[in-house]
């Protein structure tokens, strides 16, 4: 009788601590999948904030001319009448003529002054805002960088003078060097595993792509029939939203997140890693011509071929869709064939040196949409395939924090935005447009080769990172335990083991207990 007892208390516990287990898995796969909406609503605001940067970029590109020349005494340029916004191509500016006349060449300087300071500032700021974004995590400087984004925004729209103007738009690289680095590092971060990476940094460049060819027809239409300042009121009226949405999802020290983190490699020791440092240098070659060719295809257009204002306004808009094609396309390829990531850059570095080169050739509006749609798609291949390349590089060769590393992406960027008002227009004077262009398809196509150096990276073995030794500690709260439980459940679906040794890791795997199968699955992408 007693031993029928004990075998029904036996039975009981057992039953207990089975409904226990249960109940805790039902609360880690809740937990789990409301992790996973998170970061896709997160990969919704970072997409947001790179949008609206772009946008602020480019919807200048009317709307400055005009009003530059009307600051100084001109009467071009509709804008709101005195007693509110107004509507109708009847406008006049909201500038009175207080301003002596500029030359036509003084004029043309201060525009390029006046686009390249974003570029300029954002340069100088970037190594600063990756070192914090490392230190304090991507939230909050994402959340300063939008922001300083509104600041910027509402300034241009209240703009009066020269100077008001330059400091909005240095304010503008300001916020640039906050939420863009810390919005691409986050989506590294959240998004550790392939192909999930390349999907959410590709579904990012879309948007930037987007922000950049959409913003001039959409500040364009908007300053002819509301005037000047409603295009970028709506603009920070979107980034006040994306920010209190930021706040929601990820209130600054809401979570104990950080304190999980490792130290990030500085800096200074990214920029000198020879694989980072010919990523770093294939993002700024390739971004040459688009930098190059903003400030002065519309002036070649006009001299010759006679085009049109519209047509100079929409040369760019076509460009939209082979962009986002090239982003799809690379997403897929990579998921498929992921150790030919560096061709992928390859390949799109000698389209846009094969389409620089044609833009002289071109005799009108038609025919200078094919090549300018070829440099876009060119820039799609390269951006798609090297930047998730960026984060695999320090995950397997530093630590996996990705603030300084998509900081240095930036600065590539930046080199070519900061040169392109100011140097591109020197260049056409003295040597030619057709120079121009033979010039800056000439450097993409030698640079092309340089990326076979990165034919082997995804041969390399992971180092033993603060993360992994973090994992192996094991989980010390609800928050590493769903993202080990995550980890796990990502690497059921990769590929297995024995298909790694192929690729020199399965003796890692064999070596390396406790290390999660998601983040031994990262080490396998090029």
Request: overall charge neutral; aromatic content about 8%.
């Amino acid at each position: 009788m007693s031993e029928a007892g004990g075998a029904g208390r036996a039975r009981a516990a057992v039953e207990r601590l089975s409904e226990a287990v249960g109940e805790r898995r039902r609360q880690l796969g809740t937990a789990m999948g409301e992790a996973r909406r998170q970061r896709r609503l997160l990969l919704g605001v970072v997409c947001v904030a790179l949008l609206l940067d772009n946008m602020l970029y480019m919807v200048i590109v009317p709307i400055i001319p005009d009003y530059i020349a009307a600051m100084r005494g001109g009467t071009a340029g509709p804008s709101a009448p005195a007693g509110g916004n107004g509507s109708g191509g009847g406008n006049r500016s909201l500038l009175t003529a207080r301003y002596p006349p500029a030359s036509g060449s003084n004029e043309d300087v201060q525009i390029g002054v006046l686009f390249a300071s974003k570029a300029m500032l954002q340069l100088l700021v970037n190594p600063l805002s990756g070192t914090l974004i490392d230190r304090v995590g991507y939230e909050l400087p994402l959340l300063a960088g939008l922001g300083v984004l509104f600041l910027s925004t509402t300034t241009f729209a209240f703009a009066e003078n020269y100077a008001t103007l330059f400091a909005a738009r240095s304010l503008q690289g300001l916020g640039s060097a906050f939420a863009d680095t810390a919005g691409i590092a986050l989506i590294a971060d959240r998004y550790a595993e392939e192909p999930a990476r390349s999907r959410a940094l590709g579904t990012a460049l879309a948007c930037i792509s987007f922000g950049s060819l959409a913003a001039p027809p959409f500040g364009g239409v908007l300053y002819e029939f509301a005037g000047k300042r409603v295009p970028f009121l709506v603009l920070a009226c979107v980034c006040l939203l994306d920010g209190l949405l930021l706040l929601v999802l990820a209130p600054p020290g809401g979570t104990g997140a950080r304190a999980n983190m490792p130290v990030g490699t500085p800096i200074h020791r990214l920029m000198i890693d020879p694989y980072i440092a010919v990523v770093a240098g294939a993002l700024a070659t390739c971004n040459i011509p688009l930098a190059f060719l903003e400030p002065t295809i519309a002036n070649w257009m006009k001299d010759s071929m006679g085009a049109s204002e519209w047509e100079v306004g929409l040369t760019w808009l076509p460009a939209f869709f082979p962009h986002v094609l090239g982003v799809y396309v690379t997403v897929q390829l990579a998921a498929a064939y992921p150790h030919l990531q560096w061709f992928y850059g390859a390949l799109g570095m000698a389209i846009i040196g094969a389409s620089s080169c044609l833009v002289p050739a071109c005799r009108n509006f038609g025919q200078v949409i094919i090549p300018l749609c070829g440099i876009c798609f060119g820039i799609a291949l390269v951006d798609t395939a090297l930047l998730p390349t960026l984060a695999f590089l320090v995950d397997v060769r530093h630590v996996s924090v990705y603030g300084s590393v998509y900081a240095i992406a930036d600065i590539s960027y930046c080199v070519a935005y900061a040169l392109g008002p100011i140097v591109a227009g020197q260049i056409v004077h003295t040597m030619g447009f057709a120079q121009l262009n033979l010039g800056m398809g000439l450097a993409n196509v030698l640079y092309a080769p340089v990326l076979l150096f990165l034919k082997n990276v995804c041969q390399m073995k992971p180092s033993h990172s603060e993360r992994n030794i973090l994992l192996e500690e094991g989980p010390k709260g609800l928050y590493d335990t769903i993202k080990m439980e995550e980890r796990k459940g990502m690497g059921k679906s990769l590929q297995p083991a024995g298909e790694m040794d192929e690729n020199g890791m399965g003796s890692y795997h064999r070596d390396l207990k406790g290390v999660s199968e998601e983040d031994s699955s990262d080490y396998e992408y090029s």
